[in-house]
């Protein structure tokens, strides 16, 4: 009887660390595509809108299913490096330099609508982000010395550009990275947050420019995303790019709004270009080597994934994880 019992325990057991395996596992959706996706919009659990390399948009109504790809026409050369999907048929698309452009859609991706086009010299687009469904924000990379924004306050369907004497200043050297769309955050309803990256590194939160204890001195270095839980607690996630195994100083949070920042005692396992909130103590982070998830607030990570994705995202309105990267690869995360 006593072996018995032992052997209905360690049933038990193993059934439930083999449950836990599945539900932290990652599902590939989608791969092949000729695109590097780097723009990910989670709408709600079904509906989801990616955008990419080669001028390539996708959108999927089924949870990630099945998905169908446009070619954005006249722009099959474009890198839309990010996305903001308000439902299943509007949406704006971020493309980066040379000219920097931003398209928006009405009809569900099949015709697109220049609503802002940039030919500065110098001038990079980074990423976007809205504090709700009216007012947006745009970043760029330093011109001049100072971080370029520009704004919309209608969902995007005009911009404008911020006036030089109220952009952030940057640091020689400093810049931002477009490597996930998730550098500029909303904070509230009424203000978004930045990080930037290079040889210095800094999260810029309402007037503060708060340097961060993450690796910098490169190009290649620095902060390449952020995440808000609330006003308080934001998780900062980055790296050097070129070394994706490093886990030198490659991330950072905060429990008092950026007063005090803590690094985690087992870090993520490498250079990772997106960090998203999930609920309760719970975050996920990807990046070239692969992703990590931490249950404890940003305190210890576990590899989960050793797939390559660039970006992750939460369902806006729902619990579904999604994930994006090279080759039109797509994944979702099993229930956490």
Same mark, same amino acid.
């Given at each position: 009887?006593?072996?018995? %019992?032992?052997?209905?325990?360690?049933?038990? %057991?193993?059934?439930?660390?083999?449950?836990?395996?599945?539900?932290?596992?990652?599902?590939?959706?989608?791969?092949?595509?000729?695109?590097?996706?780097?723009?990910?919009?989670?709408?709600?659990?079904?509906?989801?809108?990616?955008?990419?390399?080669?001028?390539?948009?996708?959108?999927? !109504?089924?949870?990630?299913?099945?998905?169908? #790809?446009?070619?954005?026409?006249?722009?099959?050369?474009?890198?839309?490096?990010?996305?903001?999907?308000?439902?299943?048929?509007?949406?704006?698309?971020?493309?980066?330099?040379? &000219?920097?452009?931003? !398209?928006?859609?009405? @009809?569900?991706?099949?015709?697109?609508?220049?609503?802002? =086009?940039?030919?500065?010299?110098?001038?990079?687009?980074?990423?976007?982000?809205?504090?709700? =469904?009216?007012?947006?924000?745009?970043?760029?990379? *330093?011109? @001049?010395?100072?971080?370029?924004?520009?704004?919309?306050?209608?969902?995007?369907?005009? #911009?404008?550009?911020?006036?030089?004497?109220? !952009? &952030?200043?940057?640091?020689?050297?400093?810049?931002? %990275?477009?490597?996930?769309?998730?550098?500029?955050?909303?904070?509230? /309803?009424?203000?978004?947050?930045?990080?930037?990256?290079?040889?210095?590194?800094?999260?810029?939160?309402?007037?503060?420019?708060?340097?961060? &204890?993450?690796? /910098?001195?490169? /190009?290649?270095?620095?902060?390449?995303?952020?995440?808000?839980?609330?006003?308080?607690?934001?998780?900062?996630?980055?790296?050097?790019?070129?070394? /994706?195994?490093?886990?030198?100083?490659?991330?950072?949070?905060?429990?008092?709004?950026?007063?005090?920042?803590?690094? *985690?005692?087992? *870090?993520?396992?490498?250079?990772?270009?997106?960090?998203?909130?999930?609920?309760?103590?719970? #975050?996920?982070?990807?990046?070239?080597?692969?992703?990590?998830?931490?249950?404890?607030?940003?305190?210890? #990570?576990?590899?989960?994934?050793? =797939?390559?994705?660039?970006?992750?995202?939460?369902?806006?309105?729902?619990?579904?994880?999604?994930?994006?990267?090279?080759?039109?690869?797509?994944?979702?995360?099993?229930?956490?």
């Amino acid at each position: 009887m006593a072996n018995q %019992f032992k052997i209905i325990v360690f049933s038990l %057991f193993l059934l439930a660390t083999m449950e836990g395996l599945q539900a932290q596992s990652i599902e590939i959706l989608n791969s092949g595509t000729k695109t590097s996706i780097r723009g990910l919009s989670v709408v709600n659990d079904r509906v989801i809108w990616v955008s990419g390399s080669n001028g390539m948009v996708g959108k999927s !109504l089924d949870s990630g299913k099945t998905f169908v #790809w446009n070619l954005v026409k006249g722009f099959e050369k474009t890198d839309f490096r990010d996305i903001e999907a308000f439902n299943d048929t509007v949406a704006i698309i971020m493309g980066i330099s040379s &000219p920097a452009y931003l !398209l928006r859609t009405k @009809d569900g991706g099949n015709n697109w609508k220049i609503v802002y =086009e940039n030919n500065s010299s110098g001038m990079f687009l980074d990423a976007m982000a809205f504090l709700n =469904e009216k007012n947006g924000i745009v970043l760029g990379d *330093p011109i @001049d010395g100072k971080f370029f924004i520009a704004r919309t306050f209608d969902g995007g369907v005009s #911009w404008k550009n911020t006036p030089a004497h109220h !952009l &952030p200043k940057a640091d020689s050297g400093e810049a931002c %990275f477009a490597s996930s769309g998730t550098n500029i955050r909303k904070l509230n /309803q009424q203000a978004a947050i930045f990080v930037s990256g290079g040889f210095s590194s800094h999260l810029f939160i309402k007037d503060k420019k708060i340097l961060l &204890p993450i690796v /910098q001195g490169k /190009q290649t270095t620095g902060a390449n995303s952020v995440a808000v839980k609330n006003s308080k607690i934001l998780m900062v996630v980055g790296g050097d790019f070129t070394t /994706q195994d490093s886990i030198t100083n490659n991330c950072c949070f905060t429990l008092n709004g950026g007063k005090d920042w803590f690094s *985690p005692k087992t *870090p993520p396992h490498g250079y990772r270009s997106c960090i998203e909130w999930l609920n309760k103590k719970n #975050w996920v982070s990807c990046g070239l080597n692969g992703v990590d998830l931490s249950k404890d607030e940003g305190n210890t #990570w576990e590899w989960i994934s050793k =797939e390559s994705f660039h970006v992750c995202q939460k369902a806006k309105n729902g619990k579904a994880v999604f994930f994006a990267g090279g080759g039109g690869r797509i994944g979702k995360l099993g229930s956490y």
